[in-house]
């Protein structure tokens, strides 16, 4: 059953093209935005397979709950959880989705490195990043409160899985205890029954852990109660706000020159017919016009591409 469908990123591709369209940011800025937008595409892509391939066989059943992009902030604390999935058997599946489109190697002590140009480079460790996402979730469980039968509270299980891209090249070690579970996602539901299937419950605990559909689908629903989603600020990433915000405008070719061309007359007029609804600046129509077009993200507002890329 889903709960959370995927969220569409498409829109930080937006703001990150719109920067790229804005005359005063610098090219050196310039370089590392056409970079994030590449890395960014790629990891979207990446994402929205990962997202079919669980919904595929997650979202028909009555047994399987699947939240995607689930962030929580609890305790100081954060986790950008790409997917999450629970079972009645109170077993919680914390995926982390990685591209390695250019391979992916892990020694024996669980270091991981991929490649970049042809050389080998370390990277940190998804493993370890996933360890984190989960010892939020715990806190997020343990504030929304978890289930109980016979006045015992019943704790789930974690299981942390790194998914990675089909077409990825895998170095695994030799030791089997230090490759985790890294799984590319075509595979990963061929593992999970796999799994279930090795698990008994035939012990008591075991058959006490068992949870109704409406149990494991109110956790998720309180779960989601506490997501709260990531607004990037792109203008601080890439500390363009000198930039953008300077008011030195670009001189004309003969500064003796009084009469404004048609065009320009044109120009100008186009770049203050509309204003911006939080700073009040002019924009220019084809700005308002990107505004009016992600009427979900604006509201039906206009703003300058300062404010836009705040929001």
Not at 80 to 92: G, K, P, S, T, W
Not at 110 to 126: D, L, Q, V
Not at 164 to 191: C, E, G, H, T, Y
Request: hydrophobic residues 40%; contains cysteine.
């Amino acid at each position: 059953m889903l709960i959370k469908s995927a969220d569409d990123k498409e829109s930080q591709i937006a703001i990150l093209q719109n920067l790229l369209s804005h005359e005063r940011v610098p090219a050196e800025k310039r370089q590392l935005i056409e970079r994030e937008v590449r890395n960014l595409s790629v990891g979207i892509a990446t994402e929205r397979q990962a997202a079919f391939e669980i919904d595929f066989y997650a979202a028909p059943s009555k047994n399987l709950f699947v939240i995607h992009d689930l962030r929580l902030e609890i305790g100081g604390r954060v986790a950008q959880i790409d997917h999450l999935l629970m079972n009645r058997a109170f077993e919680v599946f914390v995926l982390e989705t990685k591209t390695f489109s250019t391979g992916l190697s892990i020694n024996d002590r669980g270091e991981f490195s991929t490649f970049y140009e042809g050389k080998e480079m370390g990277i940190p460790s998804p493993v370890e990043q996933n360890a984190r996402h989960i010892s939020v979730l715990k806190d997020a469980f343990k504030e929304i409160g978890l289930p109980k039968r016979l006045g015992i509270t019943l704790q789930p299980s974690f299981n942390s899985v790194v998914l990675v891209s089909p077409k990825a090249i895998i170095n695994r070690p030799k030791l089997a205890s230090s490759d985790a579970s890294i799984i590319k996602l075509d595979q990963f539901f061929s593992w999970y029954h796999k799994k279930m299937d090795g698990l008994t419950l035939k012990d008591t605990v075991g058959i006490l852990k068992i949870c109704s559909s409406d149990t494991i689908k109110n956790l998720g629903e309180k779960l989601l109660s506490l997501h709260k989603p990531n607004r990037v600020d792109y203008i601080k990433r890439f500390d363009l706000g000198s930039a953008l915000l300077s008011k030195e405008q670009v001189e004309p070719a003969y500064a003796e020159q009084k009469t404004s061309t048609a065009s320009t007359v044109l120009k100008r007029k186009e770049e203050t017919e509309y204003f911006c609804a939080n700073c009040k600046s002019s924009i220019a129509t084809v700005v308002a016009k990107f505004c009016w077009n992600n009427k979900s993200r604006f509201g039906g507002k206009a703003y300058c591409r300062v404010c836009q890329a705040k929001m």
